[in-house]
């Protein structure tokens, strides 16, 4: 197989990473491989073709989604149109699922061969769905080991091949080097505060975030917060939240979250691939999470995992404090993040965990997902 003609549809951030490690690993074994789908900037830069942009997938929550599925539904007939003019090798779906698993049961239902990158929290909630899965993808890419478990007692035809984000990120993190690429003091403890890079989620997780940077400031006057903006959007959001609070010691930075989590003591976050991020960089951290009520209401009763956060789901334990919904306030927040600043011990134990679960992450996922994906092209699987 010289040249095959690869598709990839990514819906976020997090899904554009991954795609464009895959893109690269997969022209390392094919050169002369062409790539095409929906992707972001970084799958882009590696050569590929987006046929609208990625952002507009980027749809937060089950009410939220509901006033834009109409463009949603324009947006997936345009997709599978043109898989199905173009006819790939094979379709990778990463991530997203509500929006991408569409597309490879229409992919696939087609004759086209499947694999989705990313496993969806069927092991969570919503366990039904592996029936679809099992009937739609030809192969699932899990990025973590006890995903892989869940498919294999399914029957789905699937393959570990562990984070990207686990060989990106070195095993030591250097704080100090963060904070002067930032130009942050050197000294001091400053707390990162991370209320997600969609806009809904600035909207839910601000204020209750503002209240605790309020109390955490009186409560010690020497801490120092920084929060990255994701994007022009969301700077403006955030500075505008910030204006209710103008004596606190904030320095609000343009992307570059990675840095301000490693440059940070603790950081305050929103739930989501982040806190993985977190994880890797070996920072406590308290995880905070609020949607609609009703989607709340919704996804509460299908939930059946014990844990939200990812640190939490990886170690098996309850590492990292979750407040979620009615549990997150300025109050609750700022009371975990202390604790944090005042239990060097707990900290330390902490990173010791965090680095048996790194090392376990590690190993080359772009070129292990990039075999698999060609064990399938070759006819392997």
Known sequence: ???????????????????????????????????FGVGGERMIAAGFETLFPMEKLSVMGITEVLSHLPELFRLRRQLVDALLEKRPAVVITIDSPDFTLGVAKRAH?????????????????RQGRVKGIRRDVDLMLTLFPFEALFYEEHGVPVAFVGHPLADMIDLDVDTAAARDELSLAGDGQWLAVLPGSRGGEGSQLMPPFLDAMVRLHRDNPALRFVIPAANPARREQIELALGAAPALPVTVVDGHSRTVMAAADVVLMASGTATLEGLLLKKPMVVGYRVGAVTYAIVSRLVKSEFVALPNLLCRKAMVPELIQDQLSGEAAAREVNRWLHEPRRVAALREDFTRVHEALRGGASVKAAAAVAGLLEGQR
């Open 1 to 35: 197989m010289d040249a095959p003609l690869i598709a990839l549809v990514a819906g976020e951030a997090s899904g554009d990473i991954l795609g464009a490690g895959l893109i690269e690993a997969l022209r390392a074994r094919y050169p002369d491989a062409r790539f």
């Open 109 to 125: 239902a087609a004759g086209l061969r499947t694999v989705h990158y990313v496993s969806p929290s069927v092991w969570a909630w």
